[in-house]
């Protein structure tokens, strides 16, 4: 019985392989074909079920790779494996909270959100060193409060068709003054700007001055992450001088931070927050038709 079981146990191996082969060439399309030929050829691989879950994340296939993932998440006895599975399924639902935001659905993309708080919470416990699912949590939060944000702007739009020009050229004064956060990255712009407002910093060199880059030393790592408790004092955690969120080293520890941690990947990350400030753009714009010969109501926020 035994080589038999063993044969049988590794029968779905073939499949697994051709899988990683198209994964890695980026055809995610036929790696789901083959990965599901290996989970149906043995129903209980690990292997083939987590690759299958990639494959249709990459796919944008979110409410499939959310169910699997959820099964195999709750299957687990290894806690490295739950761990692995509550990650995914967090960028899962991440991803699902893109799909909303093009919806204009703030509602369903904050639940998708803080779903994806509780399965990297779960992560955690699991594997609790974790840096990546630790950084996740924090980067989620962040966009929890900044959807919650844009909701209340959404459901305040009424109340601010009916300010009068007064009021409006005060809001303009007021985003125009010290208090001013162009990225909304909890940073103010006066600090991001450095000494000379006239010439601000741009500590990547991407033509972006940092006061309106979320990412400005490029790391992967967000401004309003990298800043701390208290963002109008950005940490600097070496002590060198430049702050973690212009230091692209912020231990010093001679490993660039963007290699330190591999997270949420980057082209969802830009796509969540791109959606954000679009929703908030066709809401601004709404309003502006609206009001007609009464004038315009600014409110523009760039993410």
């Not at 994964?23 to 691989?45: H, P, T, W």
């Not at 399924?89 to 904050?110: R, S």
């Not at 399965?119 to 990546?132: M, Q, T």
């Amino acid at each position: 019985m035994f080589p038999f079981v063993s044969v049988f146990a590794q029968s779905e191996k073939p499949y697994v392989r051709e899988g990683n082969s198209y994964y890695k060439d980026g055809d995610f399309e036929n790696a789901e074909v083959q990965y599901q030929k290996g989970v149906n050829e043995n129903s209980s691989s690990y292997e083939a079920s987590f690759n299958l879950g990639n494959a249709l994340f990459r796919q944008q296939k979110f409410d499939k790779a959310k169910e699997l993932f959820v099964n195999l998440a709750k299957s687990q006895t290894d806690p490295k494996k739950a761990a692995e599975c509550y990650f995914n399924l967090g960028n899962t639902d991440l991803g699902l909270c893109e799909q909303t935001l093009g919806k204009q659905d703030f509602q369903n993309a904050i639940k998708y959100a803080e779903n994806a708080l509780e399965d990297y919470k779960n992560s955690l416990k699991h594997n609790p060193y974790d840096k990546k699912t630790k950084y996740n949590y924090l980067y989620t939060q962040k966009i929890i409060d900044m959807l919650k944000q844009q909701q209340q702007n959404q459901q305040n739009q009424q109340n601010q068709q009916n300010q009068n020009q007064n009021q409006d050229n005060q809001n303009d004064q007021n985003q125009q003054g010290q208090n001013s956060d162009t990225d909304h990255d909890g940073i103010p712009d006066d600090v991001e700007k450095g000494s000379d407002s006239q010439n601000p910093k741009d500590t990547d060199g991407d033509s972006i001055p940092d006061y309106r880059d979320p990412d400005s030393d490029n790391d992967g790592i967000p401004d309003s992450v990298e800043a701390g408790e208290d963002p109008k004092n950005p940490k600097d955690t070496d002590g060198d001088g430049v702050p973690d969120y212009q230091d692209t080293d912020s231990d010093n520890d001679g490993v660039p931070d963007s290699e330190q941690v591999k997270v949420i990947p980057q082209d969802m990350a830009e796509r969540i927050l791109d959606a954000i400030n679009k929703a908030d753009e066709k809401v601004q714009q709404k309003v502006k038709d609206d009001k007609n010969a009464k004038g315009s109501v600014k409110h523009e926020k760039q993410w």
